[in-house]
């Protein structure tokens, strides 16, 4: 059974830094594309940064030069680093598995970031 399971999340200043963990278990990591994704209250969620099989990644501009992807494939683990947070990088944090061969998508439960002024 796929399952994701992020951490690390909680209440930071402006300013501040987090990272954030996703631990998967039931499928080989290292042959999905992995990202976070975000979504602040009463609005859609975002892409904030994925990371492609092959170590591709990509940010989005909100993010860019704060936030860092990156994954441990022995350990099964994605992470997020943020640093130089922002009020506006509140919301609640979804890590997510694609399988490259087929397109299933997997979610974790997401993780709560609350950054205040």
């Known amino acids: 059974q796929v399952q994701l399971v992020e951490s690390g999340g909680g209440l930071v200043q402006a300013g501040g830094s987090l990272r954030l963990s996703c631990a998967g278990s039931g499928f080989i990591w290292s042959i999905f594309n992995v990202g976070w994704y975000r979504q602040a209250p009463e609005k859609e969620r975002e892409l904030v940064a994925s990371?492609?099989?092959?170590?591709?990644?990509n940010y989005a501009d909100s993010v860019k030069g704060r936030f860092t992807i990156s994954r441990d494939n022995a350990k099964n683990t994605i992470y997020l680093a943020m640093n130089s947070l922002k009020p506006e990088d509140t919301g609640v944090y979804y890590c997510?598995?694609?399988?490259?061969?087929?397109?299933?998508?997997?979610w974790g439960q997401g993780t709560q970031v609350t950054v205040s002024s």
């Open positions: 990371l492609t099989s092959g170590s591709s990644v």
């Open positions: 997510n598995a694609v399988r490259t061969s087929s397109g299933r998508t997997y």
